[in-house]
């Protein structure tokens, strides 16, 4: 069954420590994103990546590092850097070009305390 | 940079009442997409639309697109429990090429 895959579902982490998010798809798509989104926020591009070995930043990049070595994954770091770090973050990936809509994952809800 | 700006924020109902939120792009849209997002869960598409005026109709789920393609709106008839959830519009950025962005949303909350 082909679909995306984000884990763990909730994470915990102490502030200061890097933490990465995992994203897997098997719908073979090229172009992959990573989105926050806070209360009443809505959701915001943090990084994405249109092929292998390529990725850009998005609106919020500052305090994130991504990877994208493989078609399949492409991980999100969240660093110490980042100041807000809680948020639920999403995870997507879009066949075709990039007008077509976006399949997301079931997400990951991180805690910084 | 672009904005897509979606009222109202928070829309509470009766069971049975119609609901509409709305859309506004600060820039034209090669197309703009709908999605929702249950409680707890994660956005799921919803319709595409692309030319200008389109109407596009899924069972008491009405999407129109702007004759200018800078605004939309979706109407849903006669609400049930199972349409509870956020509902956000979505443009390409920078020409598509940059991903999509996304409205703040709309929560429709219903009253049984």
């Known amino acids: 069954d082909g679909g995306i895959t984000q884990s763990p579902k909730y994470l915990f982490r102490k502030e200061g420590q890097n933490v990465t998010l995992s994203c897997e798809q098997n719908?073979?798509?090229?172009?992959m994103y990573w989105y926050r989104q806070d209360p009443g926020q809505g959701l915001r591009l943090i990084y994405y990546?249109?092929?292998?070995?390529?990725?850009q930043k998005g609106d919020i990049a500052e305090g994130y590092s991504v990877s994208r070595e493989k078609k399949e994954s492409f991980p999100l770091t969240v660093t110490s850097a980042q100041k807000n770090p809680t948020a639920f973050y999403l995870c997507?990936?879009?066949?075709?070009?990039?007008?077509?809509?976006?399949?997301f994952g079931n997400g990951t809800r991180l805690t910084v305390t | 940079g672009q904005q897509v700006m979606q009222i109202p924020q928070y829309q509470h109902v009766q069971e049975g009442e119609d609901f509409t939120t709305y859309c506004n792009s600060s820039?034209?849209?090669?197309?703009i997409q709908w999605y929702k997002q249950r409680p707890g869960g994660h956005p799921v598409f919803l319709i595409q639309?692309?030319?200008?005026?389109e109407v596009k109709k899924q069972k008491r789920l009405t999407f129109q697109f702007g004759e200018a393609k800078k605004n939309s709106s979706l109407h849903i008839t006669a609400t049930q429990t199972t349409d509870v959830g956020t509902y956000f519009c979505?443009?390409?950025?920078?020409?598509?090429?940059?991903?999509?962005?996304f409205g703040k949303g709309t929560h429709l909350i219903i009253q049984p």
């Open positions: 639309l692309v030319k200008s005026g």
């Open positions: 979505a443009g390409p950025t920078g020409g598509g090429a940059d991903g999509l962005t």
């Open positions: 997507a990936s879009q066949e075709g070009d990039y007008n077509s809509p976006l399949h």
């Open positions: 820039t034209t849209l090669s197309n």
């Open positions: 990546s249109q092929i292998v070995n390529d990725f």
């Open positions: 719908l073979n798509h090229d172009a």
